[in-house]
Nanobody
Framework: QLQLVESGGGLVPPGGSLRLSCAAS????????MSWYRQAPGKERELVAG????????HYADSVKGRFTISRDNDENTVYLQMNSLKPEDTAVYYC???????????????WGQGTQVTVSS
């Protein structure tokens, strides 16, 4: 029943912006911490950003801090990742993940979407 469906990926030039969406269903979305991860070819999956259940707390990887913003709309069961000032090194498949009710899971735990491809290239 649980589903996480990412969308919004695509091809953008360096310096461009993109907003990813993750539509959640099959659970009480507002009760769970949510995260965005990404995985580039040949690299391990890494945390990009996380957000608490009420949206009041966020954290970001140093590599995206100041450029990316995670947010959520609990009425729409959707978590977003606004990506600005994109760099080629941001190229990866981006995954939405459900964490726990009041804590974070690590990179190998949780419930994952299928991912959406983000390619930053001129």
């Amino acid at each position: 029943q649980l589903q996480l469906v990412e969308s919004g990926g695509g091809l953008v030039p360096p310096g461009g912006s993109l907003r990813l969406s993750c539509a959640a269903s099959g659970f009480t979305f507002s009760s769970y911490f949510m995260s965005w991860y990404r995985q580039a070819p040949g690299k391990e999956r890494e945390l990009v950003a996380g957000i608490t259940s009420d949206g009041g707390g966020t954290h970001y990887a140093d590599s995206v801090k100041g450029r990316f913003t995670i947010s959520r709309d609990n009425d729409e069961n959707t978590v977003y990742l606004q990506m600005n000032s994109l760099k080629p090194e941001d190229t990866a498949v981006y995954y939405c993940k459900r964490d726990q009710r009041s804590r974070w899971w690590g990179p190998t735990s949780g419930y994952w979407g299928q991912g959406t491809q983000v390619t930053v290239s001129s």
